[in-house]
């Protein structure tokens, strides 16, 4: 079945995915100039002062990586239960429709049987 796109854009809460794509973006940024800057500073230090900071680098970069898996699966979460109630209201006309062409039949064949 299909569903109209108009309905679909309407339910999907693009309030929520533009507020945070800013953030989103600014996470992304950061982790790529950290990389970028990283390989440069590391080859001046001595080897076990580098793997400090890579490591620390490593691990601020994980805890970015999961604040943006928590908002990506926040923002798919919200889109699954747009997409839930899309089907919900998909079915329930289906369901009125079906009833309006029954209700529509027998009111055509009980004019013609009146006669």
């Known amino acids: 079945m299909r ?3 108009r309905l679909a854009l309407k339910a999907i809460p693009w309030s929520t995915i533009l ?6 973006l600014r ?10 800057v990283r390989s440069g500073a590391a080859a001046s230090r001595n080897d076990v002062q580098a793997l400090a900071d890579r490591i620390a680098v490593l691990e601020q970069r994980d ?12 923002q798919v979460a ?3 239960t747009a997409g839930e109630v899309l089907e919900a209201r998909a079915r329930w006309l289906l369901a009125m429709a079906v009833a309006a ?3 529509s039949v027998l009111a055509c064949g ?6």
């Open 3 to 5: 569903i109209p796109w």
């Open 19 to 24: 507020a945070n794509a800013p953030a989103i």
């Open 27 to 36: 996470s992304a940024n950061a982790m790529l100039s950290e990389t970028k």
């Open 63 to 74: 805890r970015d990586t999961a604040e943006l898996v928590t908002r990506i699966s926040a």
């Open 78 to 80: 919200a889109l699954t």
């Open 101 to 103: 062409s029954v209700t």
């Open 110 to 115: 009980m004019a013609l049987f009146a006669r």
